[in-house]
């Protein structure tokens, strides 16, 4: 992504401010996915009687871990990715085959769906469920052919990603009522399982939700590394941020404490919603970063434009009829914005300030 922001706008303010802007987000999707996990953790191990207290418990011990084991190189982490990844694939996979087998086609009748506009508000928080198609693109440095392996990646992570989440969303809103789904909250998933699968189905689901979202949280934290190191080198970020911790840098100890921040200070529903409208916003730099190097990319023009108005649209109908009905994440949205604009300035300025050669008389 910060390529093609440098390529596009050059190596100065524009490009800065977006790479803050997209550090930020990057720690907001994780706090997301943070407290998802805890949500579905106090569910299992507590029970429905949990409080927030329990969640946000869990959700911080995970940061944590996640955050020691992005520490620990690249084998390290590619490890406890596999290990995570592949299971949870395949209970997903069996989750869909028998809840599509089960399903009541009364429930995904078309006189059950919410009003059009509502459909459309929540298009700005499925961006969620595939901002991991860009995070592969960090590993290129990790990888033995990026030319050849890197597109390959991308397009496998987003086959399956978007084939397994039409399927697992079909069996859940085929086997539970959207009042049902909309009572069980965070835990829809797990409590889909239970009326063909029982108890069992649900503790099922459940351990696969902890899989889901310490898969993702594992995803977001990875970055950090290369993120602050590469922007770092681009004098885009102060060189603190690549200092060496352990087989990290301090930039995943920034984006760890964030994480850690936003998990316990906002709710899942806020994180989300500002999470949505902050990566919409980077994403829509990055396309307009890329329409004018298509030159260098050999891309099609017309649909980097298409996906740069429907983008834009997207952020401002979802900013307009979700954002604003919520004055602390609209002002938590704003000022993300703001300083992400006042750390380049000031980085900017101390940085050049520091370039300038000191001419002393005597």
Known sequence: MFEYLAHGFG?????????WLIFAVNAIITSLVAVSFGNYAASLFIGDDAGQAAVKLFAVALVIVLAAVNTGGAGLIEKAQSAIVWPLIVVLVGFAVLGLAQINPDYLARSTYPPARDIFTSVGLTFFAFLGFAIVS?????????????PRAMYIALGVTTALYVAVAIAVFGTLTVDEVIASGETALAKAAEPFLGQAGYTIMAIAALLATSSSVNAGLYPANGMSKDLVAKGQFPPALARPVRSGTMGLVVTTGLTLLLTVVFDLSSIANLGSAAALLGF???????TRVVHETGAKRWIIVLGAFVTAGTFIYFTLTTVVKEPPTLAALILIILLSVLLDIVWKW?????????????
């Open 284 to 290: 829509l730099l990055v396309s307009i970063a890329h």
């Open 11 to 19: 190596n100065g303010h524009i490009t800065g401010m977006a790479a």
């Open 350 to 362: 101390r940085r050049d300030r520091r370039a300038v050669p000191q001419i002393t008389t005597t």
């Open 138 to 150: 960090f590993t290129a440095g990790d990888l033995a052919n990026p030319r050849r392996e890197l």
